[in-house]
């Protein structure tokens, strides 16, 4: 029987991102942008199958020739004749398949496999009109990936590296000495893995050769970075070309979008765009951000290129994305208001000014309606772009996604609660995430600096400030180039998530921030307290995203909440308790519950120490394994 941890089941709901009323406020001109823009960022969305597993774009394959052969309405009479108890069962793990681009959780990063019987899924293909017209390519097809679909195989069961699981960033045989070594020799060679994939082979004299792929629509690979090198001894290839007709498509649709931009900014964004999907060059990424960045208050807003970083192993290469959002001017006032206190607010963290950038480069921070969103997930919150030079000296801009905050089922059964806890999380958890997701956006991740010495020998700090943990001198900083991901590399997610998740919860005990968000008196009081409570059920909620076989977390988001648990629970003195129970059916619970009245004492002092550490450790380039010793008992 398969655990039901990879399956997903017939109740799992649809929900539906509301955007009529924001497209509808558009006129034809930013109708247009939007579209292409949206064609664009779906185009390379057929990225992510290839980054996902070596099934899933084979899955895609067969799922869309099924449901383009017919109305679903149609085949799913036909199903049912023949398998009728396992129809609805079909239907969720083709749904869960497009939600996710893949067949692994964009949520946790683990495999989920059809929840009906592998010959029963054969005879409803089967079924379809697609098979009908053309039953050798389908058969062709379902035996190309119907024994993946199904494999629960250890290594197959999540994402991981070598024998952790199944990375398509890699070749399978790539091991985390190979990331590493792969690492020291992009950082020699100036380049970038954002939009690269590494593939490792044997020679006949038994020695290894990379080869580091940059996704472009370009093959030829000439001039500087392309070639062959030689590495410590060992043999490097840089190419140019991955995924190539798709970066090709995706460019493409820019072109279209750019007779349609706004603005000088805006064409000069897309140009900076297209050129990085033609050659590969971040660089061109780069300066089309930083126009992007630049453009401010635009009607319809977009970004795409490869943003995230949570799914590589080594967390360093970007998963596609590609979202286009219409603004939603009402909410985007708050976040305004937000923003232009937020010099103020910065003040309120529990580390000195010399630990934030000189000059805090006020970013736009809008609430956005999704209209595309291209990628294995949607955030509700975005803080971007993630390239530490430009964040450091041209800004960034935060974007909350309104529709997605909003966008839930009703029913959901609420875990590990008191009843008096349940009636009131229920009620204004909604309020209370959208105060957490501005909080973590703006103050977040838009606070601090890295501590930087120039090839000149200069720095971007004052040498003499002293280190707030020992108080002595500051001894250590990153040099010129070095990156948060290339340094941090498989903790850096993690670590930069509970930094901003922390800043989130220490902020919100501020009344003049939650007013900010309308929240007054006694309604702000319970805004905070549910904000808290939120944040540490979510940290009992993180132990379904950890994997003891393999000792690994495959969640970011999830692995922070769950530090965060084990901080406040540490702190004592009865602030979050945690007590084992036991169901009507004879099954082990637990219930957690938060002293509200020693949230602004225990748990402020608790946040703020961790929060400091975690700043300023990560601003001089010391790793601050407490957050691995905080999950060593699991």
């Known amino acids: 029987m398969t655990d039901s941890q990879f399956l997903i089941p017939n109740s799992a709901p649809i929900v539906n991102l509301d955007c009529k009323s924001a497209w509808n406020g558009l006129n034809d001109k930013e109708k247009k942008y939007a579209h292409f823009l949206s064609r664009a960022s779906w185009s390379g969305g057929l990225i992510c199958l290839l980054q996902c597993s070596p099934e899933s774009p084979i899955i895609f394959y067969l799922l869309q020739k ?241 943003i995230e970083s ?20 009402a909410m985007s006032a708050k976040f305004s208001n937000l923003v232009d206190q937020s010099e103020t607010l910065l003040s309120l963290l529990p580390w000195t000014a010399d630990y934030e950038k000189d000059h805090f480069l006020k970013p736009d921070f809008t609430s956005l309606d999704v209209l595309s969103f291209a990628s294995s997930g949607i955030p509700a919150g975005i803080n971007i772009p993630n390239y530490d030079d430009i964040r450091q000296d041209d800004g960034f801009k935060n974007v909350s996604l309104g529709n997605v905050l909003s966008a839930h089922s009703k029913g959901d059964k609420i875990t590990f609660l008191t009843e008096e806890d349940k009636k009131l999380f229920s009620s204004l958890k909604a309020s209370a995430f959208e105060v957490q997701v501005g909080l973590h956006e703006l103050l977040g991740h838009g606070s601090g600096k890295l501590f930087i010495k120039n ?104 692995q922070a909440r769950h530090v965060i648990l084990r901080v406040l629970l540490e702190a004592g003195q009865g602030l979050v308790t945690i007590t084992r129970t036991t169901d009507e059916d004879g099954q082990p619970n637990a219930i957690i519950t938060l002293d509200r009245s020693k949230i602004e004492t225990v748990g402020k002092e608790a946040i703020g120490t961790f929060l400091r550490n975690l700043q300023v450790n990560m601003v001089i380039f010391v790793i601050l394994w407490v957050i691995y010793d905080l999950c060593d008992d699991l």
């Open 66 to 306: 099924l449901f383009r052969a017919q109305p679903v309405k149609e085949f799913g009479e036909a199903a049912k004749k023949i398998c009728p108890e396992d129809w609805e069962a079909f239907m969720t793990y083709a749904a869960a398949f497009y939600a996710n681009l893949g067949n692994y959780k964009s949520f946790g990063d683990t495999k989920f496999v059809p929840n009906l019987p592998k010959e029963s899924f054969k005879k409803i293909v089967w079924a379809s009109a697609a098979y009908g017209k053309d039953s050798t390519t389908i058969e062709k097809i379902w035996n190309a990936c119907g024994d993946n679909m199904y494999s629960l195989e250890p290594v197959q069961k999540q994402m991981g590296l070598g024998d952790k699981g199944i990375s398509t960033y890699f070749s399978g045989n790539c091991t985390l000495e190979d990331a590493e070594l792969a690492q020291k020799f992009l950082n020699e060679k100036k380049i970038s893995p954002y939009n690269t994939r590494l593939f490792k082979t044997i020679g006949d004299d038994e020695k290894p050769m990379y080869e580091v792929r940059l996704a472009a629509s370009d093959s030829a690979g000439e001039g500087a970075p392309f070639g062959d090198f030689k590495f410590d001894g060992i043999n490097f290839k840089v190419t140019q070309g991955d995924y190539g007709y798709l970066m090709s498509k995706a460019a493409e649709n820019l072109n279209k979008a750019k007779e349609f931009a706004a603005n000088e900014n805006q064409s000069k964004m897309i140009d900076g765009y297209i050129e990085s999907f033609t050659t590969g060059s971040i660089d061109a990424h780069k300066e089309g951000s930083r126009n992007w960045i630049k453009d401010k208050g635009p009607i319809v807003e977009n970004y795409i290129g490869f």
């Open 310 to 329: 949570y799914r590589d192993p080594y967390g360093v290469r970007g998963e596609w994305e590609g979202f286009v959002s219409i603004v939603n001017k």
């Open 455 to 558: 090839k000149d020998g200069s720095f971007n700090f004052d040498p003499e400030v002293k280190n707030l943990i020992t108080g002595e001198k500051i001894s250590t900083w990153y040099l010129e180039g070095e990156t948060w991901d290339t340094k941090f590399s498989t903790m850096a997610s993690t670590y930069e998530e509970c930094r901003a998740e922390c800043v989130g919860l220490y902020l919100c005990l501020n009344r003049d921030i939650l007013k900010i968000f309308g929240h007054e008196g006694e309604g702000a009081d319970n805004i905070l307290y549910i904000n808290w409570l939120n944040m540490v059920r979510a940290g009992l909620l993180g132990l379904e995203f950890y994997t003891p076989e393999t000792e690994t977390w495959r969640q970011a988001h999830m």
